[in-house]
């Protein structure tokens, strides 16, 4: 309840109350709502002028660290990325492609860029723009060279493959084992021949062997002739073991396959014998590379010990009577 107010009249000498004017009362309503909106006005200036955040700005500024730091997270991640890869993208060019005889990746494969229109357009005109098209630039890039990587692991692994059967087809052991041999005969090279005592080329080595001993096939292959037709070489069987390698065991007493047949290293294929242009009892070994005859000297790796190669090589040195 508003206090009534009076005031002395001098003319009558007696109090009478104050009466309040409508109009002055509208005005003073008018001026209060005035001074409050611009009291108002200039605490929102000064809050804005302290740098105090609004509740919905502090929360996209939490959002905006946060997403800051999942940059810097993701990048930590791509750099480990980046050194695990490298490290496989070495030993990939610098071990595996060399023990397969294969071609390094060149950097410039392996690190090319993206051609074409701007990839990362719509990524631009945010405030942390170019943090964020660095990052998705860095990720294509690993994911590309994954992709190359991944490529060349398939190409290593098919490799390796061949080179398994390779290896498996070599003609890598001797073809009559130490426990049956009397002897290195003849080697490869420039030998008396037994029957007319001229000095020609002998092609093969010369295993001397009871009659009937086992004869081995030097490397897995297909026999691609077992036969007596050849000039010289009497019963005789050789095999194509794939890879531009052929070896041929002459002078047989009788076979233990037949043309067509599949063999694997260490199959017992014939026996010694002394058939077709022949003195004694003995085994013809040959080897053919891309049909040019190769010393066997050099494939003896796969039983013998380094005490009986040293030997055997310094029997087949011996430039001695053949033969054959």
Avoid: C
Wanted: proline share 3%.
């Amino acid at each position: 309840m508003s206090k009534v107010k009076y005031y002395y009249d001098s003319d009558t000498l007696s109090y009478r109350k104050v009466e309040r004017k409508k109009g002055r009362t509208v005005g003073f309503v008018l001026l209060f709502f005035t001074a409050s909106v611009l009291m108002g006005l200039i605490l929102l200036i000064a809050i804005s002028n302290s740098g105090i955040d609004t509740p919905k700005e502090r929360k996209l500024e939490r959002e905006n660290a946060n997403l800051v730091l999942q940059l810097s997270i993701l990048e930590s991640k791509m750099d480990l990325a980046s050194k695990v890869l490298e490290n496989v993208q070495d030993r990939d060019n610098e071990i595996y492609r060399i023990l397969l005889d294969a071609n390094p990746i060149p950097d410039e494969v392996r690190k090319a860029g993206f051609g074409g229109v701007n990839r990362y357009e719509n990524l631009k005109g945010y405030d942390n723009s170019a943090m964020i098209i660095e990052s998705h630039q860095r990720m294509d890039q690993i994911t590309k060279q994954l992709d190359i990587q991944s490529k060349s692991l398939d190409e290593i692994a098919r490799l390796s493959a061949d080179k398994e059967k390779l290896l498996a087809a070599i003609p890598a052991i001797q073809p009559v084992s130490n426990e049956d041999l009397t002897r290195m005969a003849s080697g490869f090279g420039y030998r008396t021949d037994p029957f007319t005592k001229a000095r020609k080329k002998h092609w093969g080595m010369d295993f001397t062997a009871p009659r009937g001993t086992p004869v081995y096939a030097s490397g897995d292959g297909k026999v691609s002739r077992a036969d007596a037709t050849a000039s010289g070489y009497g019963k005789h069987i050789r095999i194509t073991h794939g890879y531009g390698y052929e070896s041929l065991y002459a002078h047989l007493n009788a076979y233990n396959v037949k043309k067509g047949q599949k063999v694997k290293r260490g199959d017992l294929i014939g026996f010694v014998g002394s058939t077709g242009r022949s003195e004694a009892p003995h085994l013809h070994y040959e080897i053919f590379k891309e049909g040019e005859r190769i010393n066997p000297i050099h494939f003896y790796y796969g039983k013998l010990s380094p005490a009986e190669f040293d030997e055997l090589l310094k029997q087949s040195l011996q430039e001695n009577q053949s033969l054959d």
